[in-house]
T-cell receptor, first 114, second 115 residues
Framework: DTGVSQDPRHKITKRGQNVTFRCDPISEHNRLYWYRQTLGQGPEFLTYFQNEAQLEKSRLLSDRFSAERPKGSFSTLEIQRTEQGDSAMYLC????????????FGPGTRLTVT | AQSVAQPEDQVNVAEGNPLTVKCTYSVSGNPYLFWYVQYPNRGLQFLLKYITGDNLVKGSYGFEAEFNKSQTSFHLKKPSALVSDSALYFCAVRDGGTGGFKTIFGAGTRLFVKA
């Protein structure tokens, strides 16, 4: 088990630019989740996948956010036209394909929008 | 919609004393409940979960949690706190009534264990 990895670990971008983050889940995990965490808050659900299918997306997520998992393995999260309010830690997690399964989290990507 | 509340931003306890970190939840169906811990500069780690059965569940590092359906609570406990337990603790819930995997996290409780 190599764990969940995320790349990059840190990203600084200027307002209005697009950014893309990558998540590599634990290989045998079918489920993959994206969260956003700001200082002093818990992880906020963004979206999740079962294999390549995106099954649910938070209504709080604007159209500037999009996520893909094209081959059911790694996933990407893209933010278009970044705003300062997008500054946060973006967390990825994966789990087995049972609703009782716990999630394994990556180290996160810290985004700073200047 | 499911929700989770952690009423305490911070809990302070002396080393060797018992600790409790509180969590209450709201779901439409049966709850799947989880506790995670976040140490400084490290990712979230799973501690324990309640799915069904015995109301007292045991997890990693000597932690346990008690599920109380009537009070819709899932408090995290440890009989004897260690300084190394100081961290940020998150309660999380999935709504078994929806069948989905969406997980809602509480805002977190910071635990300080004083030597």
């Amino acid at each position: 088990d190599t764990g969940v990895s995320q790349d990059p670990r840190h990203k600084i971008t200027k307002r209005g630019q697009n950014v893309t983050f990558r998540c590599d889940p634990i290989s045998e995990h079918n489920r993959l989740y994206w969260y956003r965490q700001t200082l002093g808050q818990g992880p906020e659900f963004l979206t999740y996948f079962q294999n390549e299918a995106q099954l649910e997306k938070s209504r709080l997520l604007s159209d500037r956010f999009s996520a893909e998992r094209p081959k059911g393995s790694f996933s990407t999260l893209e933010i278009q036209r970044t705003e300062q309010g997008d500054s946060a830690m973006y967390l990825c997690a994966s789990s087995r394909d049972r609703v009782q399964s716990e999630q394994y989290f990556g180290p996160g990507t810290r985004l700073t929008v200047t | 919609a499911q929700s989770v509340a952690q009423p305490e931003d911070q809990v302070n306890v002396a080393e060797g004393n018992p600790l409790t970190v509180k969590c209450t939840y709201s779901v439409s169906g049966n709850p799947y409940l989880f506790w995670y811990v976040q140490y400084p500069n490290r990712g979230l780690q799973f501690l324990l979960k309640y799915i069904t059965g015995d109301n007292l569940v045991k997890g990693s590092y000597g932690f346990e949690a008690e599920f109380n359906k009537s009070q819709t609570s899932f408090h995290l406990k440890k009989p004897s706190a260690l300084v190394s337990d100081s961290a940020l603790y998150f309660c999380a819930v999935r709504d078994g009534g929806t069948g989905g995997f969406k997980t809602i996290f509480g805002a977190g409780t910071r635990l300080f264990v004083k030597a």
